[in-house]
């Protein structure tokens, strides 16, 4: 099993749920740290959640600095890997962290096993979820707040520190879910649909 089939499954037997609610937005490659790594899966709800896969042709070289990032940003963590990188996964990623193991069946179906469950990150930073935005959200979010700018040409990291002074943690984390959202254009993996994988096709 390689990263993509284990990534088309995840969202079939997983997520499916996610994908049927309108409320929710599921995203591939969520750009996290401007691009310093990138989240596998990320689902947008009343929470912030991060799925990172390491299947057993994935080396674990950049975990550590995966889990810096993603426990920056995220409201809780599941890390999808084999039974190849399990043990060496348990001691790199925080008690907090869930773990599911994804296992090949003999049909040649992708099982998933919950090894631990998932728990709320206990210390989420406000700059690192300000920075999922894109530089005119920020600015637009400033400007509802009423801040006026003195120069047209502002930096991202400036909109960044100025929004944590108008928001705390909660409204901040509502405002930039709220901004990925309403993106437009934006990629999506396509919604798996009702019988592909999931549910027996019913008799007419």
């Excluded at 600015?139 to 930096?155: D, I, N």
């Amino acid at each position: 099993m390689n990263d993509a089939e284990i990534r088309k499954s995840l969202h079939k037997k997983k997520l499916w749920r996610h994908h049927q609610d309108p409320e929710t937005l599921v995203i591939d490659e969520l750009g996290l740290k401007h691009g310093k790594c990138r989240a596998d899966i990320a689902v947008i709800n009343g929470r912030l959640i991060g799925y990172e896969i390491k299947s057993e042709f994935d080396s674990l070289k950049r975990l550590d600095e995966q889990v810096q990032v993603y426990s920056n940003v995220f409201d809780c963590v599941i890390v999808v890997t084999s039974n190849v990188h399990l043990e060496a996964v348990r001691t790199m990623v925080p008690k907090w962290w869930g773990i599911v193991v994804a296992k090949l069946g003999p049909k040649g179906a992708i099982h998933f096993t919950n090894i631990r469950k998932q728990k709320s990150n206990p210390a989420v930073d406000k700059y690192s979820v300000a920075q999922l935005l894109w530089h005119e959200e920020a600015k637009s979010l400033l400007l509802e707040q009423g801040f006026s700018f003195s120069s047209s040409k502002v930096t991202r990291d400036l909109l960044y520190r100025k929004l944590l002074e108008f928001f705390d943690s909660n409204q901040l984390k509502a405002a930039v879910k709220t901004c990925l959202k309403n993106r437009k254009n934006w990629r999506r993996p396509l919604s798996p649909s009702p019988n592909d994988g999931l549910f027996q096709p019913t008799s007419k």
